[in-house]
């Protein structure tokens, strides 16, 4: 008897813990629904005056306010670089958030990967121009297209060549590669490596979690501190992987794997079955938290 | 001598509206305003635009009925409607695009952007701004 009202009391102990850890959950899942929808609302809200500040600091610039002196022209500039920041962080503010809640957006489509890098390179060059580093791109013409959303693969390459320019030496060299994975044929693999001073070695494995830039020294003044985690975060939700690795001249080599896209794929994206835009793809946040 | 095209900025922030008129009457467009979606309607009327530049967040009517409302009139039911706003491009430019707008532009907007964009939504080249003054 003693034994069964033992068991009777534990199973009744053990649900009442497991209905307290779904209440919790259920609680950690609300507020993060809360947080979410105040910082949506809040980068909305802080978007439209940093507009206006915008676009009366790009009048003066363009002269459309009348003539500036060289000075002028100076300070203006450094205001439009600084506004340029801001709105980069509100950006990056809201993307965490989605990304946290398991709400970012990934819109996959064909992406012929030669002709895309061709596109692109311009924009990735000016970016390396302005610290006077020198931009190589290469790809192979042979390469598959893979499955993926270009605007996020754009916004991935972007950061890492943002990052690589931040911390390389001027006149120094960034590469971005984009070629077969070795050993894994249905995966592109995309390379940016910069001649920098490199991730340690330590750091490698961990530079992608949520909040390590801005909790490591060297990365906090410049911005968020998310960069890298939102990579991490746009990648996985396309079905692919990235990570570190010290460059074999000193650097940092980043890398990240997409994968090649497949006939199977181009059925739910033909017109019958509607665009592009119909694939959403939404992160699983219980997977990367 | 070719007539100006006149574009409609729907905007209920004063600074955002006068930047914009600005910006669009030195690339060689009139410009019209109006600031929330009743506004809207009866300056649609008045001015018969050659396009649209719309705010989401308005007062009374959001964008999205403000869109609704010009698609149901004759003298808009086919004018371009460029929407320029603070929110998600993904998610409220898509729905923007379903409710009848035929781009979305996010605020801070670019004006090599927001130009490039007038002008292919308008099919044509804007007059320069000394064309503009004769």
């Known amino acids: 008897m003693r034994v069964e009202r ?28 809360r947080d979410g929808r105040f910082i949506s609302h809040a980068s909305h809200e802080l978007r439209s005056p940093l ?21 002028h ?20 503010l809201s993307e965490v958030t989605r990304a946290r809640a398991g709400k970012l957006v990934v819109t996959a489509s064909r992406v012929d990967v030669a002709p895309y890098l ?60 984009a070629d077969p994975y070795p050993g894994e044929p249905d995966y592109v693999r995309f390379t940016v490596s910069d001649q920098g001073c490199g991730i340690p070695a330590g750091e490698l494995e961990c530079v992608f979690e949520y909040m390590h830039g801005a909790t490591h ?28 690795e010290r460059g074999s001249g000193g650097g940092t080599t980043v890398r990240f794997s997409l994968p090649v896209f497949s006939p199977s794929d181009g059925e739910g994206l033909s ?11 939404e992160n699983d946040v219980a997977a990367h938290s | 001598m070719t007539a100006k095209r006149k574009i409609l900025v729907i905007e209920d922030d004063h600074d955002q509206r006068l930047g914009m008129r600005l910006r669009l009457a030195a690339s060689g467009y009139d410009v019209a305003e109006a600031v929330d979606g009743v506004d ?25 009925t403000v869109i609704a409302n010009l698609r149901a009139i004759d003298i808009t039911r086919s004018t371009p409607i460029v929407v320029i706003s603070g929110r998600d491009p993904r998610t409220d430019g898509a729905r923007a695009r379903d409710a009848g707008a035929d781009a979305f532009l996010q605020k801070p907007w670019d004006d090599d952007d927001l130009l490039r964009t007038i002008r292919e939504a308008l099919g044509v080249e804007p007059l320069g701004p000394q064309e503009a003054l004769k």
């Not at chain 1, 450094?78 to 340029?84: A, D, K, S």
């Not at chain 1, 060297?218 to 501190?225: E, F, M, S």
């Not at chain 1, 017109?271 to 793809?281: E, I, K, Q, V, Y």
């Not at chain 2, 009866?42 to 009374?60: M, Q, T, V």
Request: glycine share 10%; aromatic share 4%.
């Open chain 1, 271 to 281: 017109p019958r079955r509607g665009d592009a835009r119909r694939m959403l793809m």
């Open chain 2, 40 to 64: 809207a309607l009866g300056a649609a009327r008045r001015e018969n635009p050659d396009l649209i530049l719309l705010d989401l967040g308005l007062p009374g009517e959001d964008g999205y």
């Open chain 1, 51 to 71: 507009g206006a500040v915008h676009e009366f600091l790009t009048l003066l610039r363009d002269g459309i306010g009348g003539d500036l002196s060289t000075e």
């Open chain 1, 217 to 244: 020294s060297g990365t906090g003044p410049h911005g968020l501190g998310v960069g890298l985690y939102i990579c991490r975060e746009l990648v996985t939700a396309q079905k692919g992987r990235i990570w570190a």
């Open chain 1, 6 to 33: 033992a068991l009777a009391e534990s199973e009744a102990r053990l649900q009442a813990i497991l209905e307290h850890t779904q209440a919790l959950e259920q609680e950690r899942v609300q507020e993060l629904e």
């Open chain 1, 118 to 177: 061709e596109d692109l390179t311009p924009t990735l060059t000016s970016m390396a121009d302005a610290r006077q580093l020198r931009l190589e791109v290469r790809r192979n013409s042979g390469l598959s297209a893979v499955l993926g959303d270009p605007d996020r693969i754009r916004q991935v390459l972007v950061h890492l060549i943002e990052n690589a320019v931040r911390y390389a030496p001027e006149g120094s060299r960034v590469t971005v590669v």
């Open chain 1, 73 to 92: 022209e100076r300070y203006v500039g450094i205001m439009l670089r600084n506004v340029c920041h801001l709105r980069d962080m509100i950006g990056d």
